[in-house]
């Protein structure tokens, strides 16, 4: 597993307002039917969701969104500027919805990925997520099929003692020089 360092100068924070037009034009070059800017609008003033953006130099170059349902979390959406790919981005959100989630009582995690993402799926798959069974037909544009991934013991993410802590530890919420799975 190659291990990236996040560079001190990437901070994870709540998403607010301001961020939304940047967390948008993310969503349209990563997404072949990204989510509106009204729809993010409105995840920011739902209780039992989180979102949270990357940001380097006052600039958001990724987002992580979740929702709560009982006993479980569901992750909703995760962008990383393409530019910015490849860079511990991604890991370092991962970590830090986990974390977020951990700090409920929730015990595990899901999420639908396109098939055809493997670098998604083996991102999730160094977290601890299994594949746990298929969506036919679940994306438009084009059509496939979603893979449905769980996490069933947060705690191990949450605490640095899944998958992700083979490669050293996951990066911190704020990533401060923390390593972790590349992407």
Do not use: K
């Not at 939304?20 to 990563?30: G, N, P, R, S």
């Not at 670098?119 to 069974?133: H, K, T």
């Not at 899944?162 to 020089?177: C, D, F, K, N």
Request: net charge negative; with cysteine.
């Amino acid at each position: 597993v190659r291990v990236a360092t996040v560079p001190d100068s990437v901070e994870v924070v709540d998403m607010v307002d301001d961020h939304l037009d940047e967390v948008f034009a993310i969503e349209a070059v990563t997404n072949p039917h990204p989510w509106s800017r009204t729809l993010f609008a409105a995840e920011l003033r739902q209780a039992w969701s989180r979102s949270i953006v990357a940001v380097e130099r006052r600039t958001v170059v990724g987002f992580g969104c979740l929702m709560y349902s009982g006993a479980e979390v569901h992750m909703t959406n995760l962008g990383v500027a393409p530019q910015h790919q490849r860079r511990g981005i991604g890991s370092l959100l991962l970590r830090s919805l986990a974390d977020e989630a951990a700090t409920f009582d929730v015990t595990a995690m899901t999420l639908e990925v396109r098939e055809s993402n493997a670098a998604a799926r083996a991102l999730y798959e160094r977290f601890g997520f299994v594949d746990a069974g298929r969506r036919p037909g679940y994306y438009a544009s084009p059509t496939e099929d979603a893979v449905v991934m769980w996490l069933r013991d947060l705690r191990l993410a949450a605490s640095g003692r899944g998958r992700a802590s083979s490669a050293g530890s996951a990066p911190s919420r704020r990533g401060e020089g923390p390593t972790g799975p590349a992407l």
